[in-house]
């Protein structure tokens, strides 16, 4: 299979490479961080049938849409890459609020406008977004970040009912907390933290047996569930004493 991962220098999508990394597998990993990606396909290079690297930023978009061209059609898109502000709980200045919006959402759809009609033609391809279980409950410190995911889950719904005649799949993934860069910055105690192999293992079978949505840790999920059923005044309540 020949799989375009991004966000592929740290974190889940760097396991991702790891765990996708083997003899019938033509990897792509994009990210900025070209050391990183070098060192990772030195590790990786023997493991698979290709690795290829594409350094990239994805808010760039011209530039990202030329690189994804000449990349071609490929059978797995992985939209791993993602930032978040922290959880400061500060006032987020426009630049960080529109940069975050760029990476988490947008990047996604200058990815998709090349690589939607190629799939169309093959009439397969699978498309994976990272979302988060954010998505699904706001603090208060994080609303950036979780607007930005609850984005990418109406925009995934929409590529799914839209393109499901021409045999695309799309596998919306909503991860808990897992370990990586992006929580190396979080201060505060993080329910049910998942190490990083862990959590992508579980991405993995997900996409292998094409979930349309995959939220996890299932315990952390219901507690979300839960607390969204609860009238707004005891939600409100329970959000500022987590605070
Ligand atoms: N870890 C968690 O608990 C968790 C939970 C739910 C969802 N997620 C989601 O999982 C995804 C991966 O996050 P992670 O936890 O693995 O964080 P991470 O270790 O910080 O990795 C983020 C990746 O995104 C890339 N990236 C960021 N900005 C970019 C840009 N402008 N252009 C190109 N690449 C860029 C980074 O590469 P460069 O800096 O080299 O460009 C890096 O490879 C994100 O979408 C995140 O929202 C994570």
Redesign the pocket.
């Known amino acids: 299979m020949k799989i375009l991962i ?9 396991e991702l490479a790891r765990q996708y990394a083997s003899a019938d597998n033509e990897l792509i990993l ?4 070209e050391d ?1 990606l070098f060192k990772l396909r030195s590790e990786l290079f023997e493991k698979c049938k290709s690795i290829d690297i594409v350094v ?4 760039a978009f011209d530039e990202l849409q030329k690189k994804i061209k000449s990349i071609g059609s490929v059978d797995i898109v992985i939209l ?5 502000l922290g959880h400061s709980g500060d006032i987020p200045t426009i630049d960080e609020f529109k940069n975050l919006y760029d ?2 959402v947008l990047s996604n759809h200058a990815i998709l406008e090349i690589l939607l009609p190629l799939f169309k033609k093959q009439q397969s391809g699978k498309i994976v977004f ?5 998505s699904l409950f706001t603090m208060p410190s994080s609303k950036v970040y979780s607007s930005s ?1 609850r984005a990418l889950n109406a925009y995934a719904e929409g590529i799914r009912y839209k393109y499901k005649k021409d045999g695309i799949k799309v596998i919306n993934i909503l ?4 370990k ?4 190396d910055k979080n201060e505060f105690n993080m329910p049910f933290l998942l190490e990083t192999d862990e959590g992508v293992q579980r991405i993995i079978k997900a996409i292998k047996k094409e979930k349309r949505t995959y939220a996890f840790p299932l315990r952390f999920y219901l507690i979300i569930s839960f607390l969204n059923l609860l009238p707004y005044f005891l939600r409100e309540k329970i959000v500022n004493s987590l605070k």
Do not use: W
């Open positions: 991004t966000g592929a220098s740290s974190g889940l999508g760097e994009l990210a900025r961080r990183k990239a930023d994805v808010t791993n890459a993602g930032v978040s990476v988490n990272i979302s988060s279980l954010a995911k991860p808990g907390f897992i990586s860069e992006l929580t």
